[in-house]
């Protein structure tokens, strides 16, 4: 008959605790990734903004025509047109990020033919992980400030 020794293994509870370290430090990485990615996307998100507000205004300049941009933040989207044309090269949706709002009700901002110049102004808020985004449109240029604050 074989004689089992206490010392020839681990208990169940030394397993589990090395377990849970192991989860632990492998989980670590993960949660920074996904942190990066977020600011990753969000700054994409309003690069890429930015450079479709520029794009209907000079459009609208240079091409003597009304150009559209609607904020939906039901939708979560942004639309950019061409007034009174529809399927035009220049019509886009920009789909904001899952972790971006808009915190205004849907607003409609029309740049003039010729000037650039919109006639009818309002901030819009953005919020995002990183704290709040506030674009601030100039009457009559059409040019837009930035803002940023913390989340408080």
Do not use: C
Not at 84 to 97: K, R, V
Not at 103 to 132: A, C, D, H, Q, W
Request: hydrophobic residues 35%; charged residues 20%.
């Amino acid at each position: 008959m074989s004689h089992i020794n206490k010392d020839d293994g681990m208990t169940l509870i030394e397993t589990l605790l090395v377990l849970s370290v192991v989860s632990l430090l492998l989980a670590l990485p993960t949660i920074h990734f996904n942190s990066l990615t977020k600011k990753t996307e969000t700054a994409i998100f309003f690069d890429s903004f930015q450079s479709s507000m520029t794009l209907v205004q000079n459009y609208s300049v240079l091409n003597d025509v009304w150009t559209v941009v609607r904020f939906r933040p039901s939708r979560g989207e942004i639309s950019f047109r061409v007034s009174e044309e529809t399927g035009h090269p220049i019509e886009h949706i920009l789909t904001l990020p899952e972790h971006v709002k808009i915190l205004n009700t849907t607003v409609e901002f029309r740049f003039s033919k010729k000037s650039g110049s919109i006639g009818y102004y309002e901030t819009i808020y953005f919020e995002t992980p990183e704290g709040y985004v506030d674009y601030v449109f100039q009457l009559g240029s059409g040019r837009f400030e930035i803002r940023t604050s913390q989340r408080k």
